[in-house]
């Protein structure tokens, strides 16, 4: 722990080892303080007590943001990600069946959806959508993710998609990763600064139409134009409030039409763009052939089939927001994921474990959506990104017991 918040006196116990000044002293716990006593002077407090060393939290809990819109993949992306680390997501055992949140033995996903301060009624009441922050609680948000992250539980609301209310709250006690999902992750500077690691899922207006009708019309019986309705309603928020938060993001998945269909309207085939942070701590992105240059390739042939319109990857150095990036694309899909292995070994950098992995990991969810494009392979480079950043920062708490401020 960089410095001793203390929720309570066992978090406190359980996090920090405390030196007293000399043999004269002794520490104690007093409410949320630690006091000192002197030894020799009938336990009498000490005052402007000593620096404290804290252990080297390995009960401190990485945090991960994913910022997304609406219907845009995270869930998806959410469950390649927990697949990483193996075990499966469920929600809390025995907890309220409307749940947003998936536990697993790494990681707790928690939608950010929970921290609505207006409930349906109240946002239509108001005239607020759910992306204007003045739907949500910050403070709130701020409070509990930091706890979480100090290695402190906390009792989180529940916004119920289902009613449309704010639920009674669900104990969520700190995981190894945290992954705060949802529309605002990185919006509040404050939760910004918790984050160990931010994703931004930027799907173009374009796609996230051509997605919203498949699953809006086909899985849940909404009319074209109410589903048109909904996305021209939400875009002066989005544009405000959501979008923005994409300069702030280590690693932006951004997915496109394709180019190499002129005028194409269809919205089936992507150009998808991983676009990486240089200089993120615990991050090195991976790069195509040669750390540095630029490069087009067109893989399709005798190693890879590739049906009509084919399959272009790119790399390159750029800027994005002023800030120094590298940048992954590619456009086209794939006709046989199996073949994904002749492109893996074109990839460097990718903190897998072993030789294949990406390969192996795509072939284990074939059936989850954008498997066969750039979005289920990007999805799963980052996921491998997460475990070796999250790994990183244990093995660096273990090296490096910090020295906190005063209590
Ligand atoms: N990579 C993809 N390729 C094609 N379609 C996709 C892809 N990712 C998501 N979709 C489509 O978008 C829908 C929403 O995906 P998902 O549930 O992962 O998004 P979400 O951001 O979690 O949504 P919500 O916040 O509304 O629950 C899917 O049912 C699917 O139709
Ligand atoms: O943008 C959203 C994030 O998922 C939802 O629209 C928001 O949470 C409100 O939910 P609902 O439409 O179920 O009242």
Redesign the pocket.
């Known amino acids: 722990m960089a410095a001793c918040t203390v929720y309570s006196t066992q978090s406190l116990k359980t996090n920090c080892f405390i030196s007293t000044p000399s043999s004269k002293t002794h520490y104690g716990f007093h409410s949320k303080q630690i006091v000192l006593y002197s030894t020799s002077k009938r336990n009498k407090r000490v005052n402007n007590p000593y620096v404290i060393t804290c252990a080297a939290g390995d009960t401190q809990t990485v945090v991960i943001g994913l910022a997304a ?3 845009c993949g995270k869930s998806t992306f959410m469950r390649r990600l927990t697949s990483v680390f193996g075990g499966t997501a469920e929600p809390p055992k025995g907890g309220n069946p409307d749940s947003n949140t998936l536990i697993s033995d790494t990681t707790t996903v928690i ?3 929970d921290y ?1 301060s207006l ?2 009624t109240g ?1 239509k009441e108001k005239g607020v ?3 204007d922050p003045r739907a949500n609680d910050f403070d709130l948000m701020y409070e509990q993710v930091k706890a979480i992250k100090d290695g402190v539980s906390v009792q989180k609301p529940i ?4 009613t ?1 209310l704010l639920d009674p709250p669900e104990l969520i006690k700190p995981p190894k990763i945290l992954v705060i999902e ?2 605002h992750p990185m919006y509040d500077a404050r939760v910004r600064d918790l984050l160990d690691f931010s994703i931004y899922l930027d799907i173009s207006n374009e796609v996230k139409f051509a997605w919203k009708i498949q699953r809006d019309m086909a899985e849940r019986g909404h009319s074209l134009e109410s589903i048109k309705a909904s996305i021209e309603a ?1 875009k002066p928020d989005f544009d405000a409030y959501i979008d923005p938060q994409k300069q702030y993001a280590d690693a932006v998945i951004e997915v496109l039409p394709t180019e190499l269909i002129p005028d194409d309207n269809e919205g089936k085939i992507l150009r998808v763009r991983l676009i990486q942070k240089e200089g993120v701590k615990n991050f090195s992105p991976v790069y195509l052939f040669d750390d540095g240059s630029t490069i087009s390739w067109i893989p399709c042939g005798r190693k890879l089939t590739c049906s009509y319109p084919g399959i272009k990857f790119a790399y390159g150095p750029d800027a994005y927001f002023g800030n120094e990036v590298s940048i992954v694309e590619m456009d086209g899909q794939f006709d046989r994921l199996d073949e994904l292995i002749y492109v893996e070994s074109h990839l460097s950098n990718l903190s897998s474990k072993f030789y294949g992995e990406v390969t192996q990991q795509m072939l284990k969810h074939a059936d989850f959506p954008g498997s066969n494009n750039g979005t289920g392979l990007f999805q799963t480079i980052v996921g491998l990104k997460i475990r070796e950043l999250y790994e990183q920062i244990v093995a660096t708490r273990a090296e490096t017991p910090v020295k906190a401020a005063k209590a």
């Open positions: 819109d609406s219907g939608c950010l959806d609505h409930d349906r946002r959508t759910a992306l916004y119920n998609h289902v449309g949802g529309l939400r």
